[in-house]
Protein backbone atom coordinates (compact mmCIF):
# COMPACT_ATOMS: atom_id res chain seq x y z
CA UNK A 1 0.00 0.00 0.00
CA UNK A 2 2.79 2.14 0.75
CA UNK A 3 5.86 3.24 -1.39
CA UNK A 4 4.88 1.15 -4.19
CA UNK A 5 5.04 -2.25 -2.23
CA UNK A 6 8.19 -2.20 -1.28
CA UNK A 7 7.62 -1.92 2.82
CA UNK A 8 8.30 -4.52 4.44
CA UNK A 9 6.47 -6.30 7.28
CA UNK A 10 7.73 -9.05 9.74
CA UNK A 11 4.39 -9.53 11.32
CA UNK A 12 2.77 -12.75 9.96
CA UNK A 13 -0.89 -13.19 9.83
CA UNK A 14 -0.59 -16.07 12.84
CA UNK A 15 1.21 -13.23 14.76
CA UNK A 16 -1.77 -10.88 14.32
CA UNK A 17 -4.31 -13.37 15.40
CA UNK A 18 -3.28 -14.56 19.11
CA UNK A 19 -6.10 -16.04 21.57
CA UNK A 20 -6.03 -15.12 25.25
CA UNK A 21 -4.50 -11.48 23.79
CA UNK A 22 -6.43 -8.36 24.35
CA UNK A 23 -5.44 -6.28 21.70
CA UNK A 24 -7.75 -6.08 18.86
CA UNK A 25 -4.88 -5.74 15.27
CA UNK A 26 -7.55 -3.42 13.18
CA UNK A 27 -7.45 -4.54 9.94
CA UNK A 28 -6.24 -8.47 10.40
CA UNK A 29 -5.56 -8.92 6.39
CA UNK A 30 -3.20 -6.07 6.64
CA UNK A 31 0.64 -6.48 8.29
CA UNK A 32 1.08 -2.67 9.37
CA UNK A 33 -1.45 -0.55 11.48
CA UNK A 34 -1.73 3.23 12.62
CA UNK A 35 -2.98 4.06 15.82
CA UNK A 36 -3.74 7.19 16.78
CA UNK A 37 -2.83 8.92 20.22
CA UNK A 38 -4.80 11.52 21.43
CA UNK A 39 -2.37 12.80 24.30
CA UNK A 40 -1.07 16.64 24.52
CA UNK A 41 1.69 18.03 22.38
CA UNK A 42 4.46 19.80 24.18
CA UNK A 43 7.78 21.37 23.30
CA UNK A 44 10.51 18.76 23.72
CA UNK A 45 13.39 19.49 25.87
CA UNK A 46 15.58 20.52 22.25
CA UNK A 47 12.87 23.43 22.35
CA UNK A 48 13.06 22.58 18.39
CA UNK A 49 10.63 19.36 18.40
CA UNK A 50 7.40 17.89 20.17
CA UNK A 51 6.50 14.93 22.30
CA UNK A 52 3.44 13.31 23.47
CA UNK A 53 3.50 11.39 26.40
CA UNK A 54 0.51 9.79 26.01
CA UNK A 55 2.21 8.10 22.72
CA UNK A 56 4.82 7.13 24.11
CA UNK A 57 2.92 5.31 26.76
CA UNK A 58 0.90 3.36 23.97
CA UNK A 59 3.88 2.58 22.21
CA UNK A 60 5.75 0.49 25.33
CA UNK A 61 1.91 -0.97 25.92
CA UNK A 62 1.59 -2.23 22.22
CA UNK A 63 5.51 -3.34 22.91
CA UNK A 64 4.61 -5.21 25.39
CA UNK A 65 1.29 -6.99 23.43
CA UNK A 66 3.83 -7.95 21.06
CA UNK A 67 6.48 -9.93 23.20
CA UNK A 68 3.12 -11.62 24.75
CA UNK A 69 2.61 -12.39 20.77
CA UNK A 70 5.94 -13.64 20.26
CA UNK A 71 7.03 -11.04 18.08
CA UNK A 72 10.83 -10.77 17.89
CA UNK A 73 11.91 -7.21 18.94
CA UNK A 74 13.64 -6.56 15.83
CA UNK A 75 11.04 -6.90 13.85
CA UNK A 76 9.17 -3.78 15.55
CA UNK A 77 9.24 -0.66 14.32
CA UNK A 78 7.18 2.47 15.90
CA UNK A 79 7.32 5.58 13.22
CA UNK A 80 6.66 9.33 14.78
CA UNK A 81 6.85 12.57 13.11
CA UNK A 82 9.47 14.42 15.82
CA UNK A 83 13.09 13.63 16.52
CA UNK A 84 11.69 14.96 20.01
CA UNK A 85 9.14 12.27 20.46
CA UNK A 86 11.31 9.50 18.87
CA UNK A 87 13.88 10.49 21.55
CA UNK A 88 11.32 10.59 24.65
CA UNK A 89 9.67 7.17 23.61
CA UNK A 90 13.54 5.62 23.52
CA UNK A 91 13.80 6.68 26.77
CA UNK A 92 10.12 6.30 28.27
CA UNK A 93 10.43 2.74 27.18
CA UNK A 94 14.50 1.73 28.69
CA UNK A 95 13.56 3.95 32.43
CA UNK A 96 9.32 2.95 32.23
CA UNK A 97 8.65 -0.22 30.45
CA UNK A 98 7.88 -3.39 31.97
CA UNK A 99 10.35 -5.41 29.65
CA UNK A 100 13.98 -6.11 30.07
CA UNK A 101 15.83 -3.13 28.82
CA UNK A 102 17.51 -5.06 26.27
CA UNK A 103 14.35 -6.13 24.44
CA UNK A 104 13.82 -2.17 23.97
CA UNK A 105 17.11 -1.70 22.53
CA UNK A 106 16.34 -4.07 19.60
CA UNK A 107 13.21 -2.20 18.79
CA UNK A 108 13.53 0.76 15.91
CA UNK A 109 12.40 3.92 16.88
CA UNK A 110 12.32 6.41 13.73
CA UNK A 111 11.06 9.61 12.82
CA UNK A 112 9.39 9.17 9.48
CA UNK A 113 12.05 11.04 7.82
CA UNK A 114 14.58 8.75 9.03
CA UNK A 115 12.50 5.94 7.47
CA UNK A 116 12.59 7.71 4.35
CA UNK A 117 16.33 7.92 4.15
CA UNK A 118 15.93 11.94 4.08
Known amino acids: MFYEGTLQNGVTAPERLRKNVDFP????DMS???YQ???QEEISSSGTSFLNRTEASNVEKIDQVSQI?????SKIRAVTPCKGQRSYVVNYMQ???SLKKDLYK???V???DAFQGI
Open 25 to 28: WPVV
Open 32 to 34: MFF
Open 37 to 39: NLG
Open 69 to 73: CQVVP
Open 95 to 97: FNG
Open 106 to 108: EIE
Open 110 to 112: ASV
